[in-house]
């Protein structure tokens, strides 16, 4: 007696084998896509600089120190100072406990908070605490700003927002 043999298999409907449908491909696409992604990501890990990342941890802290530093002693000698943006001029108006203490030019540091290529360095000369020179224009938006004597001993930190902050108060341990 021979016995037959009988396939529980069904047969696929059009009779073609499974590497000639469309869905065995696209779901080895959705895990294949994610790994070519994931090597392109790798990639540009590799290849471009962590600019946000210190070395040297310690010697950052340090400079912190030194900065709060500097923004004590302002405090100590009651610097203000009242800043004015226009379009083509920065000027300052700096008061302090005596006015022997008012230096006879200042450097005036305009940051972006996040474009380095757009900063300015401003050294601005002046009178009787009135300070004033000329700006290239600043685009509209937020904008950090330094003002120090010229040798760096003391330093105030204020923020505008241009174009509706043109004339901004700053003060010591504002930051």
Not at 23 to 47: D, E, R
Not at 75 to 87: E, F, K, Q
Not at 117 to 141: E, F, K, N, T
């Amino acid at each position: 007696m021979i016995a037959t043999i009988r396939s529980t298999a069904r047969p696929n409907e059009d009779g073609a084998p499974w590497y000639r449908q469309k869905w065995p491909w696209i779901l080895i696409g959705i895990p294949g896509t994610s790994v070519v992604l994931g090597f392109v990501l790798l990639y540009f890990a590799i290849t471009t600089a962590d600019g946000l990342v210190v070395d040297d941890y310690y010697r950052q802290g340090r400079a912190i120190d030194q900065t709060m530093a500097r923004s004590l002693l302002a405090g100590d000698l009651g610097l203000v100072a009242d800043l004015s943006v226009r379009s083509d001029r920065v000027s300052v108006s700096l008061s302090a406990n005596n006015t022997a203490d008012l230096p006879e030019g200042l450097i005036v540091t305009i940051i972006h908070p996040t474009r380095a290529g757009m900063d300015q360095v401003l050294r601005l000369a002046g009178d009787s605490g009135v300070y004033s020179g000329p700006v290239a224009p600043l685009r509209i938006g937020y904008w950090r700003i330094q003002i120090e004597d010229e040798s760096r001993s003391w330093r105030l930190n204020g923020a505008v927002n241009l174009p509706s902050e043109t004339e901004k108060r700053i003060i010591p341990y504002d930051s």
